[in-house]
């Protein structure tokens, strides 16, 4: 049958019975592949979240500063937040310790930020480091010059140990290298990233490295511990130590590391401050000078204050910042409810459960970052008002982003299931085939329930003109689902 002839069909077909004349045949272009593909990963893996609200008060004494850097650098106020609570983190971290419910804990935090590109990641990471990164380099001189001199000194004339190194930041470390960056440097250090894609894809997260990786950050978060014993270096025991990291990376690149199981099972992402800002609106031309700002400024100078106490040479002895009496009682109150939201069947932190578990712990400590920026001397009910508020921020950013992890990981199955399809012959294939040669882990269940989705969105349909019948991928107004969205249209460079 000619093309023309073909055509006549399919538009005969359609006019009789509403649907479009498949055939046995169809052949699917490289370029085919490329806009099925990017379009399924718009719709199923890249669908708008929603998303809670960020209050800039419940930074308390760190609003004016992110507010600041939102407003000049036309960015998200979550975003801005983010940077300048992790900066003061590592600011305060060497100063005190907080008194939780469980103990006395450092002022570390992991915070995770996930932006695309151009909506203000690089230019809030500098706007909130520059004063920790001015005075590393001030000390780097210095260090370099007393190294030298030590090398050159006779061994009888100099100390037996070389003088410290000064680095208080690192923007990219597998944990060997934070290991021994502890041991010849500060016992406060911290990891910063606004491309963490490079920390979350490097060698250190490599599937046969990141549960060690994982395991070991875990014990920095919990105790300020690194226990190794290696045959080549020997026993390596540090105690006391202080790390605080900030990582902020795009959607596409954070997806496969968040709803990676190792993470979640050995609770690695449970320890994350998490935000996902609002996209960015399109900025308008006008400069942004952060040394030009009196909040900016006030917050360089209190960091520049705060950080002579990375040089000591340890954080054992450091002292705590009690709860008050009435910061005691909120946190007991917000405990109980957590408590209560994650183990009771319902609640709503169910399937978050190991993240609401730590949340009160991480109010504690976001609160004790606020009173230590402010010289307090105890933790008062504002402090941990403001903590509690910043940690529900996170706990439902993260039941946005995979609360129901059964739909997330069905849409992720149905994407590389429709990613095998486009690129078998003729891009169709049996529901037996489906289950000998598709992607694993295949049974009829998961099989079922991805071509279902793929089907409602239009992605697939069935031909039953063919023996046995088939699935074949096609565009999806051809499919019978929902149509794209003119924005949809937009991303996969179509006019809207």
Known sequence: MSAQIEAIADRIEERLHGKKRHGKKQSLTEADKVWLLKAAESRLLNSPIDLPEYSAEALGPLAPVARAIADGGQMDIALAGQSVLGAAALCTQAVVNVETLTGDDPLVLYLLSIADSGDGKTLAENAALAPIRHYQRERTE????????????????????????????????????????FMEGSPSQGLFSSEAAVVLTGYGMQPEHKAKTAAELNALWDRGEISVTRGGIGRVQLYDRRLSVHLMIQPSAARAALFDDLFANIGFWPRFLFAWPQPAPPRKAKGFRPDKDPAIGQFWRRCAQLLPATERESCDDLPT???????????????????????????????????????????CRIAGVLAAYEDATAVSEAHIDCGIRLATYSLESWRAAFGDRDAAENARRAYRLFEWLVNVRNGAATETDMLKNGPKPRSRSIRDAATALLHAHGFIDLDADQKPPKWIAVRPEEG?????????RGELGETP
């Open 321 to 363: 910042l009690t709860l008050s009496n009435a910061a005691r009682r909120r946190i007991e109150t917000f405990f109980e409810g957590l408590e209560r939201s994650a183990k009771l069947a319902g609640g709503r932190y169910e399937q978050i459960k190991p993240f609401a578990l730590r949340a009160s712990q991480q109010a």
């Open 480 to 488: 019978g689902g929902a149509n794209l969205t003119p924005g949809e």
């Open 142 to 181: 210095a260090y370099k010059a007393a190294l030298r001199d030590w090398k050159q000194a006779k061994p009888d004339d100099r100390d037996e140990e070389p003088p410290r190194a000064p680095y208080l930041l690192m923007s990219d470390a597998t944990i060997e290298g934070i290991r021994r960056s």
